[in-house]
């Protein structure tokens, strides 16, 4: 794989000209911005920015004034490889809080060893259903706090269109307790699949459920034809996908602006 090539048909194909990530949200070109407007209850941000130091302020300034105007939350997702170097630092000065940063892995599907199952004990259940995003936000509560209720409403917006462009899977226990949950969303058009919310409850860590769920979605990647796996990787995350096979391209730092 050839970083420096991925990374641009990364930009190109998933921020430049985005598509939107529901049956909700819409994605608006406003000038040097790309941005998705969704509900409360969906994903608000920029995805993708051509700015400098002369253009830099006025832009997040129209951002600014056009959420707040909606009465949303959003976030400007910021990249390393972005410009101006010092946007970051604009962003706080005008309001923004940054979360932790986070890496862009990228890896072919092929390429990654795909023969990897959950432990004795454990077996992985696809989403299908109500009943499945339920289990899906009972594990986010657990793995990450919070009441699970934004990731329960997006899977079932997808599945109330079905359309076959993001696949959620759970890991249960032989006794049905949900112990980690994790989806796929598919660009169609591209050839990337995004790996998302992969999070795993306490008590459940370590035992290789986290590296199953990304063989599991990367076989579903591979037999859709797609080619390259993406994940915004946090600390926790990185080191178990390096070992499978995936490379850091850049980061992330999400910049989260409340009205």
């Excluded at 994605?27 to 911005?33: F, H, I, L, M």
């Excluded at 400007?76 to 005008?94: S, T």
């Excluded at 990185?238 to 850049?250: A, C, N, Q, S, V």
């Amino acid at each position: 794989m050839d970083p420096a090539a991925v990374l641009a048909l990364f930009d190109r194909d998933l921020r430049e000209y985005a598509r939107q990530d529901g049956p909700d949200a819409v994605v608006e070109r406003a000038g040097p911005v790309v941005r998705q407007v969704s509900s409360g209850q969906g994903w608000n941000g920029v995805v993708w920015s051509a700015l400098d130091g002369t253009t830099a302020d006025a832009a997040i300034a129209a951002q600014i004034a056009h959420f707040d105007g909606l009465g949303l939350e959003f976030e400007w997702k910021l990249y390393g490889h972005d410009r101006p170097v010092d946007l970051g630092r604009r962003l706080r000065d005008a309001g923004f809080t940054a979360e932790p940063e986070e890496t862009v892995m990228i890896a072919e599907a092929a390429a990654l060893d795909l023969d990897v199952r959950p432990p004795a004990g454990v077996r992985l259940v696809p989403v299908t259903d109500a009943a499945g995003a339920d289990l899906v936000a009972e594990v986010h509560r657990r793995a990450f706090g919070g009441d699970g209720a934004r990731i329960r409403h997006q899977l079932l917006a997808h599945l109330a269109t079905g359309a076959d462009t993001v696949l959620a899977v759970v890991a249960v226990t032989d006794d049905g307790v949900p112990v980690s949950a994790a989806r796929m969303e598919l660009v169609p058009g591209t050839r990337f699949a995004g790996l998302w919310g992969g999070g795993t409850v306490d008590g459940w860590r370590g035992r290789g459920i986290y590296r199953a769920l990304v063989a599991h979605r990367a076989r579903a990647a591979v037999d859709r034809g797609y080619r390259y796996l993406q994940v915004d990787a946090m600390s926790t995350s990185r080191p178990i996908l390096e070992r499978l096979g995936f490379e850091p391209l850049t980061t992330t730092t999400p910049y989260v602006h409340t009205p």
